[in-house]
């Protein structure tokens, strides 16, 4: 049997006159096949967390939700756009931006091409389901490790909805989390909600007193519910988040052989620099980035249900999203030795159709259509990528170079995709699959590098079809 943070038997014993209650199982329904059906129905490997679950448990974000789903791992890079999110150890390498996360981030159904809009910047999230393995033949992006489905609150009730969360912790943390929805009339319903997020840097500069790894970040979603006719259901989500601050430092620049590394690179004993030990979030740095990351987005979701059952669902989405000056001073010292700036932007729109049968029948099928398309650039020809400082050992023979480095992928995928089970008897049923899908990558780089005169010395171009 299936087991999942909600599926756990709860035994209620309510005395009567006669004997005691027998004890009752909670049903657990989710929609991991696009209808609604009981978690013990589901002929796939899914793991279940609902709301309540998700508040006791202080699910901010996906990597919260990897202490609740064992199989699931969350890898961060530092990079907002690069997280990688494995299930059962498969996912995607996260610093290759040509490929599309292998684990699939889907929000009420539209898919979510980078985790740079995700759990933190939800409030009326009602449940999350994991779902183990390939669901390309279910879901119109192809997913080979797995998929996160979040499923937020839908159409409100007549009477006025709100909730409302602040929380303080160290280093000035306050955290606010606002929501506000109503019913207008029988076939219109508004849902808006807010997370704000502010908290003093962590790490320590010990050079010149700043802090670094501070967050200050806002992020809104809307929503209008219209019910025009019984057969037609029609919502439509609009969302907004920007966040700023000083970035922070991996763990992996306070070891031991970094600190190896970055003496040989400046060619003296720097120990006297920066207090390696990660416990103590002590750096020291002469370049201080500010970065700034904003995404918006919005889609369009239309339900229609015909004469037969079958329902007819269409789901348009688009996102842009732009990452500016993310920086690090890779040596995290005081000295001038090398400094990077990452430029990130990104454009994509999607669109799925879906023809779902009713569920519950003899045979219960499912079949659909998605396109994808997505224009991202990485680094700007204008700007510096690497700034070699003047601390540099002079054996590097670098001192004083800048690169400036900018590529572009271009993405656009079609696929048809449908799954089919037949229902033998109650308890014994044959589920298969179909997919076909193309897809085209496209990318071209430049890399203009300039000595310490500001001279132009090289210039280093490519394109070529990835796919």
């Known amino acids: ?64 939700v990897s202490k609740l789903v064992p199989s699931l791992t969350v890898l961060s890079t530092g990079l907002p756009s690069r997280t990688s999110i494995r299930i059962r150890g498969i996912g995607t390498n996260p610093s290759d931006p040509s490929l599309e996360p292998s684990v699939g981030i889907f929000i009420d159904g539209v898919y979510m091409p980078r985790s740079v809009y995700g759990l933190t910047d939800l409030v009326d999230v009602e449940r999350i389901e994991v779902l183990n393995g390939p669901q390309g033949t279910l879901y119109g992006k192809n997913t080979n490790a797995g998929v996160i489905s979040v499923t937020t609150k839908g159409m ?50 010990i050079n010149n007193g700043d802090k670094y790894d501070e967050i200050d970040k806002q992020s809104y979603r809307g929503q209008v519910f219209w019910l025009p006719l019984d057969a037609w259901s029609v ?33 003296q004993d720097i120990s006297n620099q920066i207090d390696y030990d990660p416990e103590n979030h002590k750096v020291s740095r ?22 037969n ?14 990452l500016d000056n993310w920086g690090n001073d890779v040596d995290n010292t005081s000295l001038d030795v090398l400094s990077t700036r990452v430029y990130q932007k990104e454009d ?4 799925e159709f879906r023809l779902t049968s009713v569920g519950g029948e003899t045979l219960d099928w499912l079949m659909g259509a998605f396109y994808f398309d997505s224009d991202l650039k990485v680094g700007d020809i204008d700007k510096p990528f690497a700034v070699w400082g003047q601390d540099l050992a002079p054996a590097l023979a670098l001192a004083g170079h800048t690169f400036n480095h900018q590529a572009d992928y271009t993405t656009e995928t079609f696929s048809v995709f449908g799954q089919a089970t037949w229902n033998f008897t109650e308890n014994t049923s044959l589920t298969a699959g179909l997919r076909y899908a193309y897809e085209e990558k496209d990318f071209k780089t430049q890399v203009d590098a300039f000595d310490d005169t500001g001279t132009q010395c090289l210039r280093a171009a490519l394109s070529i079809p990835l796919a």
């Open 1 to 64: 049997m299936r087991r999942s943070p909600l599926a756990i038997a709860e035994l209620s014993a309510g005395l009567t006159s006669t004997a005691l209650a027998q004890p009752m199982l909670e049903e657990v329904l989710v929609t991991a096949q696009k209808r609604v059906q009981s978690l013990q129905d589901v002929p796939i490997s899914v793991s279940a967390i609902g709301q309540e679950e998700l508040l006791e448990a202080g699910v901010e974000q996906v990597v919260d």
């Open 156 to 205: 409100p009730s007549e009477k006025l909805e709100g909730f409302g969360e602040v929380t303080a912790g160290n280093e000035s943390q306050l955290d606010g989390k606002f929501s506000l929805a109503s019913a207008v009339n029988d076939t219109l319903g508004l849902r808006f909600g807010a997370n704000l997020r502010s908290r003093d840097g962590v790490y320590d500069d």
């Open 235 to 267: 919502g439509a989500t609009g969302y907004y988040s920007k966040a700023e601050g000083k970035v922070g430092a991996n763990d992996e620049q306070f070891d031991s052989d970094y600190l190896a590394g970055m003496q040989f690179m400046t060619g």
């Open 286 to 307: 002469d370049y201080h980035p500010d970065s700034d990351l904003e995404v918006k987005g919005g889609s369009l979701h239309l339900d229609y249900e015909l004469n």
């Open 309 to 322: 059952g079958i329902t007819f669902t269409s789901i348009s989405a688009a996102q842009e999203w732009k």
């Open 348 to 351: 994509s729109f999607s669109q």
